[in-house]
C-alpha cells in the first residue's frame, strides 16, 4: 500500500489495514509486528502526525469517518493483545496519546466528540501494585470509555476505568480516575468530579451561539 504522507511498517502476518478514500495524511506513520491485527481509518478532513504502533496479535484500531481534522493522534500498544481502541463518526482532536500495554483493554470514544490537545489515556499502570498479604497485583487494566458528544478540554488525563456519559464537558487539566455515570455536565478538578450539571455544549462561540437565541 502507497499512501503519500503515510508510512506503512508491517512485519507480521494477516494484518490488516484499510483506510478509506479522501483523506489528506501529512506526517503519519503505521507500526506493526504482530499478526492478525486490524486497522481502518475512515474518511478525515487531514490526518496530521498520527502514529499507530502496535506489537502483539489480534488488536483492532478503528477510527469511523469524520469530516474535521485528527491532529497528533498517538496510540501505542506494545504488549498483552486482544486490545481493542475505536473512534467514533465526526470525531476531531488537537492532540490525543493513548497507551493500551497490558492485558485486552478496550477504549471507546463515542461520536461527535471534540478533543483539545496534550490529552493522556492509560488503561493501566503499567508495572504492579502488590498487596504483601496475598502477593498478587491489585492495579489490573480497566477499560476506558468516553460516550458521545463529549468535549475535552487541554491538558486532561484519563486513568484506568475512566467513564464519562454522553454531552458532557470534560475541563483543562482534569485527572479522570473512575467512572462518571451522569451525562449532561461538566468535570473538572483533580481528581476529577462533577462541577457543574445541567448543561450541553456546541460548537459555535458563546456569542456566536447566542445570537441565535436573540
Known sequence: MDIEG??????????????????????????????????????????????????GNNKRFEVKATSKNINNLKFTSIRGNNQVFTIGENFSCGGIE???????????????GLFSWGIKVRTSDGHSVVDLATDTAINLPKNVHIADRVWVGEDVSFLKGSKIATDSVVGSHAVVTKAFEQGNCVIAGFPASIVKENIKWDRRMPYEYNKTKA
Do not use: P
Not at 14 to 35: D, M
Not at 36 to 43: P, Q, T
Not at 101 to 110: L, V
Open 6 to 55: 503515510l508510512k506503512i511498517e508491517d512485519s507480521g502476518e494477516n494484518n490488516t489495514i484499510t483506510v478509506e478514500e479522501g483523506s489528506i495524511f501529512k506526517g503519519c506513520r503505521i507500526i506493526l509486528k504482530g499478526n492478525d491485527n486490524n486497522i481502518y481509518l475512515g474518511k478525515a478532513l487531514l490526518y496530521k502526525n498520527l502514529v499507530l504502533n502496535l506489537k
Open 98 to 112: 493513548v497507551q493500551m500495554n497490558d492485558g485486552d483493554e478496550t477504549f471507546t470514544i463515542g461520536n461527535n
